[in-house]
């Protein structure tokens, strides 16, 4: 990662212990994510949603839940919920790796109003999602999370069964900072 991307940690309050082994089900406080950041070079500072201001944007339910990826999309409905790794966080951070638990999750962000989505890009196809390609190769797993029991197409074409969407991402990673909300 390069030295001068940033992560914001965006949340209200902080908690000031770590334990010394994160555990999967478990929530992570703010303090304990940018710990892990700097652990691996970003730079980390926690903030409050007080000093966002202005910089706060309501969601559009017809937006995609997508991944933060700031890459250009073929997909133009941004106005939605973001997360690292879009409906594969949702499914890694619950210890879903089947097949059929990724399509329950993509029906239960359906319900809850929302457009899930996975995305590929034009090097990678369907594995150009930075944070799937990190959970199927094993980087997540000093954390004690298991890997997925699918891949890349078989992980897209799920979700889309499922009634998600897919995008795909062109041109090169610009971004500078991102924002990881809590609250």
């Known amino acids: 990662m390069a030295s001068n991307t940033k992560i914001e940690v965006d949340t209200v309050a902080e908690a000031s212990s770590t334990p010394s082994k994160p555990q999967p089900s478990a929530s992570l406080t703010p303090a304990q994510i940018a710990a892990a950041l700097k652990s691996r070079g970003w730079e980390a500072e926690i903030i409050t949603d007080v000093s966002m201001g202005s910089e706060m944007v309501s969601v559009d339910p017809e937006g995609i839940l997508k991944c933060v990826d700031g890459r250009g999309s073929d997909n133009k ?57 990190l959970w199927l190769t094993g980087r997540f797993d000093d954390m004690g999370y298991e890997r997925p029991e699918f891949d890349a197409d078989q992980g897209a074409n799920a979700v889309k069964e499922a009634g998600g969407t897919i995008e795909m991402h062109h041109g090169s990673h610009t971004e500078k900072v991102v924002y990881i909300n809590l609250v």
Do not use: Q
């Not at 966080?89 to 329950?104: F, P, Q």
């Not at 929302?114 to 590929?120: A, E, K, T, Y």
């Open 77 to 133: 409905k941004f106005g939605g919920p973001k997360m690292p790794g879009g409906i594969y966080a949702i499914a890694h951070n619950r210890g879903v790796t089947s097949l059929k638990g990724l399509k329950e999750i993509t029906k239960e962000v359906s319900s809850k109003g929302h457009v899930p989505s996975v995305h590929g890009d034009h090097s990678s196809d369907m594995l150009g999602c930075g944070f799937f390609k």
